[in-house]
């Protein structure tokens, strides 16, 4: 009988332990910047902060991780003390919490980047991406900070501004994409009766649209649209700063507009086979956008076919479009009524030219049944051969 218990007691125990079980939390760490750049020179310093957005004030302990390698600091600042260039990296961070039930862990943060330069000048810029039309302020900073008497500044290798004096922050104005691009500096100042010139390593800038050109997504074979309808999805890119002025949306089929503006980037159209476009609109900052139109189902348009006009000099041909006949509803080749076009004889042209047979008017107008063309002629030209 004891026997039996203590088998009962032991194949128990397993369903009491509880193994370690690793689940991602539904938000993610943050990484900040708190003192320093993001390039700074050897021998410089740099702090970093990471930051848990929970609400409900869990205590969580920090893993720190640069690139694949996972660092030791378990704190929520990381501090680059007299960085070295080997300390070059992207850094970041992730939250762990112990519970009950296992281990629980935040997604992991987006990456800041750090370059720590050996060399003797760098140019720094914002990091957030430019926007078409502002004024973008570089520097270019040397190391020990010497007084300068000359910054070149230099867009894919090419001089793009010079400007001489103390002052080391260059301005490009009014920007546009094309001023994106690699962008490096040269500076120059004097030291015990000789000029030295240093010149940095080069650095991406960024410009973007404050509005991008929208793209139309039509959404027709979805659980949560409705069998007669398609939902029209406007999806663009919007840069402006904070706080950013609203932003309209138009929806169009056939280049009508189906409703009055609105604040949401979709539309509920009826299942109708169309062109359908959408329009993003920024009335404070008088900007819009259209996107390309996009088909759905099976658009049907009239063909268009091409019959030959007198020109009025003589018979060149102009291209006049009328709609596409159906050829096999057309009579028999008889012409029923005819008229010409008189034609002066010559010495060389003694015979008129033959007329031009049209239907009579009680033909229906798009029944074509002969056009027969002159060969006109041209007195002043003689020969009248084109």
């Known amino acids: 009988m004891d026997t039996v218990i203590a088998l009962l007691v032991l194949s128990t125990i397993p369903l009491l332990v509880v193994s370690e079980v690793h689940s991602v939390a539904s938000f993610r760490a943050v990484v900040e910047l708190v003192s320093g750049d993001s390039r700074i020179f050897s021998g410089e310093s740099a702090r ?5 957005p929970d609400a409900h004030r869990s205590t969580w302990t920090i893993e720190w991780f640069k690139g694949s390698k996972k660092l030791s600091q378990n704190i929520e600042h990381l501090s680059l003390w007299k960085a070295s260039v080997r300390d070059s990296g992207k850094f970041y961070c992730q ?4 519970t009950l039930v296992g281990n629980i862990k935040t997604l992991p943060s987006l990456p800041v980047e750090i370059n720590v330069d050996g060399g003797w000048a760098i140019l720094e810029v914002p990091p957030r991406p430019a926007l078409v039309g502002e004024t973008l302020t570089v520097t270019c900073r040397v190391r020990g900070n010497p007084v300068l008497q000359e910054v070149i500044l230099y867009k894919d290798g090419v001089e793009v501004m010079r400007q ?4 080391p922050h260059l301005h490009l104005t009014n920007l546009a994409l094309k001023d994106q691009g690699l962008y490096s500096c040269r500076a120059s100042w004097d030291i015990e009766r000789r000029t030295r010139s240093v010149i940095s390593v ?16 039509i959404v027709a074979d979805d659980k949560l649209v409705p069998a007669n309808m398609i939902k029209l ?7 402006a700063r904070a706080p950013a002025p609203p932003i309209s949306y138009y929806f169009y089929k056939n280049n009508n507009l189906l409703g009055p503006a609105t604040s949401e980037k979709h539309y509920l159209a009826g299942r109708v086979p169309g062109h359908y476009s959408c329009r993003a609109k920024v009335p404070l900052l008088g900007i819009f956008r259209l996107s390309e139109p996009k088909s759905f189902g099976e658009v049907t348009e009239p063909q268009m076919m091409t019959l030959p006009a007198l020109h009025p000099r003589g018979p060149r041909l102009l291209a006049t479009t009328v709609p596409n006949p159906d050829l096999s509803l057309l009579p028999a080749a008889k012409p029923t009524a005819a008229w ?25 107008p798009s029944t074509v049944t002969e056009i027969v063309i002159p060969e006109v002629v041209n007195v002043s030209e003689g020969s009248g051969d084109m």
Request: proline share 15%; net charge negative; aromatic share 4%.
């Open 340 to 364: 010409s076009i008189p034609i002066q004889p010559t010495e060389e042209h003694t015979q008129p030219s033959p007329p031009l047979l049209m239907p009579a008017p009680s033909a229906p």
């Open 233 to 239: 999805v406007c999806r663009v890119e919007y840069n």
């Open 202 to 217: 080069d650095t991406q800038v960024q410009v973007s649209e404050v509005l991008t050109q929208p793209y139309l997504e």
């Open 95 to 98: 939250g762990v919490r112990d």
């Open 164 to 167: 001489s004096g103390l002052n």
């Open 48 to 52: 970093l902060r990471c930051s848990i």
